[in-house]
């Protein structure tokens, strides 16, 4: 009953006193704002990223890559920075041993070519061109705006598929299939075409597959002296029949073998890359929140600052209170449970000013915020937290006043 006549009391000095109430709940509404509307922008762009996977990378795709890399930790070792900068271990032994491997019904590597794509005296200079082979439409799902993608008998032709990015840079909205482009002032006829949707799968290459175009993997000798381009990535199809982790398994004992037992490369499924991109946009929200979180931290002082302010102004009220019977206990109540409505209040408005935020900043990048109830609850919590914390001090020393000296005070 003491409480509720406490938080009654709370409210009506808080009415009382409404502008310098609400000057003190900012810090609390800009605090909560901005960490529930980072948490939602966060989760937005995972669940946005992680469609863009699961849509483009099949769930029965293996990715081999050189280097080691840290699946679900915060970075990964030497042999995948090397990989990074060029120094890859995979070799064409490597895509033999994969089609070998049993539950395995597809392998395709990848190669970074260098050479800019032009039609005419447009380029297209941030494309990257990816030698590749047929087998790479069965472990993506590619989808087409108008003709196909590399076939068995454009082996050594001179042919290529352009991302939506790519040819929306050479082409504009004008067909480009039938066309013709250069690479390296060679021309190469435009056989189809992808969706610019198609742009998930940057966890494999490094980069957008929709800002890519792809040559024949013999053709791409063109640009090599006729020696095989270095391997970028391996991407390897398991048949429907077969757990996936165990032919991953499979598939590295096979590497293993053709790598003279060095482990210097790694096997992904489709799992791992969510758990590495998940991994790592986690740490940047992260590190933005705990940013963001500073204002909380002034919030707290403001309503500390304020509360003990109202303590000295309410000194007869406390020394009245107390000369009537009131205990130190119920005193140090009321001033902390002022402080806790202060901060809540605060809390309730920031989470109100964050969906708001959340909202106009996702239309604005495209992407739409997930608000969780565990966001909501760790603002609440935290608007909790902080009353409680610097509301103390003020309560307790209130509830130390003595009440004739209270009541003498001017």
Sequence with gaps: M????????????LKNAKLRSFLTMLGIIIGVAAVVSILAIGDGVKQS???????????????????????????????SANSSLGASTLTEADIKALQKTH?????????????????GSTQSNGALLLATTPDFSKTQTLSFTD??????SDATKQVVVLGGQAKTDL???????????????????????????DSGASSLTGSSFDNAAYIPFDTAKLFTNGSAPQILRILAQVDTTSDVNLTA??????????????????VLTQKDILSTVDTILSLLTTFIVAIASISLLVGGIGIMNIMLVSVTERT????????????????????????????LIGGALGILAAVGQATV?????????????????????????????FGIAPAIKAARKRPIQALKAE
């Design 103 to 119: 539950h395995i019904t597809a392998v395709a590597p990848i190669s970074l070519v260098s050479g800019i794509i032009a039609n």
């Design 49 to 79: 990223v992680q469609d863009q996977i699961t849509g483009v990378v099949n769930a029965n795709a293996l990715a081999i890559a050189s280097g080691k890399i840290g699946v679900g930790t915060k970075g990964a070792s030497a042999g």
């Design 147 to 152: 003709g196909r993608f590399i076939g068995t």
């Design 2 to 13: 003491m409480l509720w006549e406490n938080f009654k009391m709370a409210l009506i000095s």
């Design 361 to 389: 900043a996702g239309k604005l990048a495209n992407i739409t915020p997930v608000f969780t109830p565990d966001s909501i609850i760790l603002a609440v919590g935290v608007s909790a937290a902080v009353g409680i914390i």
């Design 249 to 266: 398994d499979a598939a590295r004992k096979a590497l293993l073998a053709t790598h003279g037992g060095q482990d210097d490369f790694s």
């Design 316 to 343: 007869r009220e406390i020394g009245l209170r107390k000369a009537i019977g009131a205990s130190s206990a119920t005193v140090l109540s009321q001033f902390l449970i002022e402080a806790m409505v202060l901060s």
């Design 171 to 197: 082409f504009g909205t004008a067909s480009a299939v039938g066309k013709t482009v250069t690479i390296r002032n060679l021309p190469f006829t435009v056989i189809g075409t992808l969706k610019s949707s």
